[in-house]
């Protein structure tokens, strides 16, 4: 068989995992990457050629430890399915990669980009990244019959294709509303079925940034959902709530959303209460009742 037909059943590996189609878009691209990088089929390429891959200069370290994840998982299945008497990613180290700081955009960043002149969907997908705090990947799909307006909840799907259901904040029902009841809120376009992918709602949400005036380069459209989780946090929201709202598995990740308030850190050393500070030392007064 061919390797590149093995992507092909690696792809349905995958999805009989239930995980998200973007993980298998982005493992299927990373695969065929690491083919033309080479220059050898997905059974000839060794270890060494799979360090070089994941070491190769300009990616970042969570970049990286995503790729050595796609081609562990792949290789291991290629050798369960005999495609290969060798698993070349048994012996991959493991990629550290240092807790992130958010990313948010601020309020007022956030209403200029919707006052940018953007189009009615792309202001659309900027209240779902900032309302509900969905990554790109949550926006594209987003169904018509997601929304529950009586019990007010909408429903998407997770990391690990888990499906959730979410309050659903009265911006977004407002706004739903004005949507497709039946249908997808950003259906593909160029007479393609279902919905846009999240590359497109990439680039229309960078495209409303860049006319908002916005140039910090450290701010995505996923910075939309570091917004979400720093401006609960600053409203004091418990953060076992934000955990459940922006679908953390780990606690531990949520908790980074609570080192970058500066309203909280000011409060915090405040909470120190003054005390009265001598002018002096002492050291030359006289001692009481001293001889004269």
């Given amino acids: 068989m061919p390797d590149i037909h093995s992507l092909d059943l690696f792809a349905a590996y995958q999805r009989g995992k239930n995980l998200a189609d973007n993980t298998i878009r982005n493992r299927h691209s990373i695969l065929t990457t690491l083919r033309a990088t080479t220059g050898k089929t997905l ?11 994941v070491g190769r200069q300009g990616l970042k370290a969570g970049s990286r430890r995503t790729c050595r994840q796609a081609l562990v998982a792949y290789f291991r299945f290629a050798l369960e399915e ?21 990313r948010p955009f601020s309020p007022e960043q956030v209403d200029a980009m919707l006052l940018s002149g953007a189009y009615r969907k792309t202001r659309a997908m900027i209240l779902l990244g900032y309302y509900q ?29 888990k499906i959730r259901s979410l309050p659903l904040h009265p911006v977004i029902a407002e706004l ?5 009841k039946d249908d997808y809120w950003f259906p593909a376009r160029k007479g393609q079925t279902g919905h846009i992918k999240p590359a497109a709602v990439t680039n229309l949400i960078t495209k409303a940034k860049k006319r908002a005036g916005i140039t910090d380069p450290e701010l995505t459209p996923h910075s939309l ?7 609960l946090v600053e409203a004091d929201v418990d953060i076992r709530v934000v955990q459940e709202l922006m679908m953390h598995e780990s606690l531990s990740t949520t908790q980074i959303y609570t080192r970058v308030s500066e309203r ?12 009265e500070i001598p002018q002096h ?12």
């Fill in 264 to 275: 909280r850190q000011r409060e915090g050393i405040r909470a120190l209460q003054p005390r």
């Fill in 176 to 180: 739903a509303e004005t949507m497709p």
């Fill in 43 to 53: 059974f000839e390429v060794t270890t060494l050629d799979l360090r070089l891959f």
């Fill in 82 to 102: 005999g495609f290969r008497d060798d698993d070349p990613a048994a012996r991959l180290a493991s990629v550290q990669v240092p807790k992130g700081e958010p």
């Fill in 133 to 161: 705090g969905f990554r790109v990947s949550s926006i594209a799909p987003v169904h018509g019959r997601d929304i529950d307006l009586l019990a007010h909840r909408i429903r998407t799907v997770g990391k690990g294709g």
């Fill in 281 to 292: 030392s002492g050291r030359h007064a006289s001692p009481q009742g001293s001889a004269a």
């Fill in 225 to 231: 959902r570091h917004a979400f989780g720093t401006d």
